[in-house]
């Protein structure tokens, strides 16, 4: 039973919520304090949520709150259906979504399913003897001969991606920090376990899920080496440069066809609910939107799925866009992308693609109206409707053991992860305690009190372009089909049912001017930009936008 079946809620009931849904992903720990421990937690988030109503987001993504000895910040999980008292109690969380509901906001939350805690009860079972209940429940090896790991599979947090226990005397399996074990799901127990949890949240009226890294759910049983990757091949769009993770084709560590048959089950679990999604994160340097298309195709595994080509250093250009999307429809006919330019992991985008300080303003416009309308849905990060640049912090203030791990040619992902600024004072207006991150002090001028009612605000041009979004289902639904990608010109036809809609970007800081379709175009308005047409030649000012109905 829904528990939250009895709460007044403006949603309406469409299972293809989803489609072309703006996400307003939020990282707890940094959203809002409500107790001044310095340390974001779930009253914060229902505190906020009129915030998020007024953005005009469909959806929020809220990150690991359950509890976890907070290694890596939650993304080690000792118990998956429970709230941490870091973030407060179940009762807070029952509170949330009744909030979001009501507010028209649906709520997904993170599942990190391929691995937990080490003091997870169930690890801490599993590693006390070979012999005992849950002794096959994650990845165990015998050593070679001379001692040394079970093959050459890495962590993505460096070094091997094994660990020995001197009680079993074997190896585990941590494909990330050595605190995080990973279960095997080759074992139907585990599985079971698992669709429990997904059940669980489902009773308790969550509305979907985010699936952390889902294409490392299986491993190989027979522990087959990985092969090297050509140095040509090499990327860093999921792991640093810096790290030899990269040097590797992962084909037996993670990306296993076995995968297909567990999301299918995970599947059917969500379909005896009304209304429900999940959206999947893909991470692989070299197959990652073919995984995706996989894992969305047929209509009976997720819904969505995002990789991270827009998520890595790459720089963003007109032609760059177009590869991306034309091979996603390639690889993935029947899938459907879920895309963002920042989330918690990344490089803050208005600093990894960063324009002059002068046109900081206009570069975030541009990119934010550029990421709504491409074909797909849409995450939006906390912070990136203000236009946060990366927070630039000291060694001793980092608490992200990756970053630790690879100071200073890798800085982690602290910078992106500083307190919400809500107010222009000193704390932000996030926390009356000591926030557990620095707040950086070039945040405070792009607080949300700062921009509110500006019309010239970063803010208040997300807020207009989301309604503006909203007003044409072209640009949420319709197939794309790209026009230009010369220079820095990008353009793109949406079509959706009888409305043809033609967008031209101009992704340079110099005024450009483009071309003028065939075909009648009648302009439109509520988007934010300004432009003019003469000579059948459309005038873009830098970092602008053109948006038309085309007949």
Same mark, same amino acid.
């Given at each position: 039973?829904?528990?939250?079946?009895?709460?007044?809620?403006?949603?309406?009931?469409?299972?293809?919520?989803?489609?072309? +849904?703006?996400?307003?992903?939020?990282?707890?720990?940094?959203?809002?304090?409500?107790?001044?421990?310095?340390?974001?937690?779930?009253?914060?988030?229902?505190?906020?949520?009129?915030?998020?109503? %007024?953005?005009?987001?469909?959806?929020?993504?809220?990150?690991?709150?359950?509890?976890?000895?907070?290694?890596?910040?939650?993304?080690?999980?000792?118990?998956?259906?429970?709230?941490?008292?870091?973030?407060?109690?179940?009762?807070?969380?029952?509170?949330?979504? %009744?909030?979001?509901?009501?507010?028209?906001?649906?709520?997904?939350?993170?599942?990190?399913?391929?691995?937990?805690?080490?003091?997870?009860?169930?690890?801490?079972?599993?590693?006390?003897?070979?012999?005992?209940?849950?002794?096959?429940?994650?990845?165990?090896?015998?050593?070679?001969?001379?001692?040394?790991?079970?093959?050459?599979?890495?962590?993505?947090?460096?070094?091997?991606?094994?660990?020995?226990?001197?009680?079993?005397?074997?190896?585990?399996?941590?494909?990330?920090?050595?605190?995080?074990?990973? $279960?095997?799901?080759?074992?139907?127990?585990?599985?079971? +376990?698992?669709?429990?949890?997904?059940?669980?949240?489902?009773?308790?009226?969550?509305?979907?899920?985010?699936?952390?890294?889902?294409?490392?759910?299986?491993?190989?049983?027979?522990?087959?080496?990985?092969?090297?990757?050509?140095?040509?091949?090499?990327?860093?769009?999921?792991?640093?440069?810096?790290?030899?993770?990269?040097?590797?084709?992962?084909?037996?560590?993670?990306?296993?066809?076995?995968? $297909?048959?567990?999301?299918?089950?995970?599947?059917?679990?969500?379909?005896?609910?009304?209304?429900?999604?999940?959206?999947?994160?893909?991470?692989?340097?070299?197959?990652?939107?073919?995984?995706?298309?996989?894992?969305?195709?047929?209509?009976?595994?997720?819904?969505?799925?995002?990789?991270?080509?827009?998520?890595?250093?790459?720089?963003?250009?007109?032609?760059?866009?177009?590869?991306?999307?034309?091979?996603?429809?390639?690889?993935?006919?029947?899938?459907?992308?879920? &895309?963002?330019?920042?989330?918690?992991?990344?490089?803050?985008?208005?600093?990894?693609?960063? %324009?002059?300080?002068?046109?900081?303003?206009?570069?975030?416009?541009?990119?934010?109206?550029?990421?709504?309308?491409?074909?797909?849905?849409?995450?939006?990060?906390?912070?990136?409707?203000?236009?946060?640049?990366?927070?630039?912090?000291?060694?001793?203030?980092?608490?992200?053991?990756?970053?630790?791990?690879?100071?200073?040619?890798?800085?982690?992902?602290?910078?992106?992860?500083?307190?919400?600024? &809500?107010?222009?004072?000193?704390?932000?207006?996030?926390?009356?305690?000591?926030? &557990?991150?620095?707040?950086?002090?070039?945040?405070?001028?792009?607080?949300?009190?700062?921009?509110?009612?500006?019309?010239?605000?970063?803010?208040?041009?997300?807020?207009?372009?989301?309604?503006?979004?909203?007003?044409?289902?072209?640009?949420?639904?319709?197939?794309?089909?790209?026009?230009?990608?010369?220079?820095? /010109?990008?353009? $793109?036809?949406?079509?959706?049912?009888?409305?043809? /809609?033609?967008?031209?970007?101009?992704?340079?800081?110099?005024?450009?001017?483009?071309?003028?379709?065939?075909?009648?175009?009648? $302009?439109?308005?509520?988007?934010?930009?300004?432009?003019?047409?003469?000579?059948?030649?459309?005038?873009?000012?830098?970092?602008? +936008?053109?948006?038309?109905?085309?007949?």
């Amino acid at each position: 039973m829904n528990i939250n079946a009895t709460a007044s809620s403006t949603l309406q009931p469409d299972k293809d919520w989803w489609r072309g +849904a703006v996400i307003y992903q939020i990282y707890p720990r940094s959203f809002q304090d409500t107790n001044g421990d310095g340390i974001g937690d779930l009253r914060g988030i229902t505190a906020r949520l009129p915030h998020v109503a %007024a953005l005009g987001a469909d959806a929020i993504w809220i990150s690991p709150f359950f509890i976890s000895p907070m290694r890596d910040f939650g993304y080690d999980v000792s118990n998956y259906t429970d709230v941490d008292p870091l973030f407060g109690t179940l009762e807070d969380f029952d509170e949330l979504i %009744a909030e979001a509901h009501r507010l028209g906001i649906r709520v997904m939350i993170d599942l990190v399913l391929s691995h937990t805690s080490d003091v997870h009860p169930w690890f801490m079972e599993s590693r006390s003897s070979r012999t005992n209940a849950k002794a096959d429940w994650y990845v165990w090896a015998d050593s070679k001969p001379d001692g040394t790991p079970p093959n050459n599979w890495l962590s993505i947090f460096g070094g091997s991606a094994w660990a020995w226990d001197p009680t079993r005397q074997q190896y585990y399996l941590h494909n990330f920090l050595t605190a995080q074990p990973d $279960l095997n799901l080759h074992n139907p127990e585990v599985q079971e +376990a698992l669709l429990a949890v997904e059940r669980f949240w489902l009773e308790r009226g969550v509305d979907g899920f985010r699936l952390d890294t889902i294409n490392f759910y299986f491993h190989d049983k027979e522990l087959r080496d990985n092969p090297a990757l050509p140095p040509a091949r090499r990327n860093a769009s999921t792991a640093p440069a810096v790290n030899p993770y990269n040097y590797q084709e992962h084909i037996y560590d993670k990306n296993r066809p076995e995968n $297909l048959e567990f999301l299918k089950r995970f599947r059917a679990v969500m379909d005896e609910f009304p209304a429900i999604a999940a959206v999947g994160e893909v991470g692989d340097g070299q197959r990652g939107l073919e995984i995706a298309g996989e894992y969305t195709s047929g209509d009976d595994k997720v819904h969505m799925c995002y990789a991270f080509e827009f998520l890595s250093p790459d720089p963003l250009t007109p032609a760059r866009v177009a590869e991306v999307l034309e091979q996603f429809r390639e690889v993935a006919p029947e899938g459907w992308a879920c &895309w963002a330019f920042s989330n918690h992991d990344v490089v803050r985008h208005v600093s990894r693609w960063g %324009a002059s300080v002068s046109d900081h303003v206009a570069h975030a416009k541009l990119l934010s109206s550029l990421l709504m309308s491409l074909r797909g849905s849409v995450c939006i990060y906390q912070g990136e409707e203000l236009a946060l640049f990366e927070a630039d912090l000291a060694y001793e203030d980092l608490r992200d053991p990756y970053g630790i791990q690879f100071w200073p040619d890798f800085k982690g992902r602290d910078g992106c992860r500083t307190p919400m600024v &809500w107010e222009s004072r000193l704390d932000g207006g996030f926390s009356e305690g000591r926030p &557990w991150l620095p707040i950086p002090a070039n945040h405070l001028s792009h607080a949300v009190a700062m921009q509110e009612g500006d019309p010239e605000s970063v803010l208040e041009h997300y807020r207009r372009f989301l309604q503006f979004r909203k007003r044409h289902p072209a640009l949420a639904k319709g197939e794309i089909e790209f026009v230009e990608t010369r220079g820095p /010109l990008l353009g $793109l036809v949406r079509t959706h049912g009888n409305e043809r /809609l033609f967008c031209l970007f101009n992704m340079s800081g110099e005024a450009v001017a483009g071309h003028k379709p065939d075909g009648t175009l009648e $302009l439109l308005e509520g988007h934010g930009f300004v432009s003019d047409i003469k000579d059948n030649k459309i005038n873009l000012p830098a970092w602008s +936008a053109f948006f038309a109905r085309l007949a």
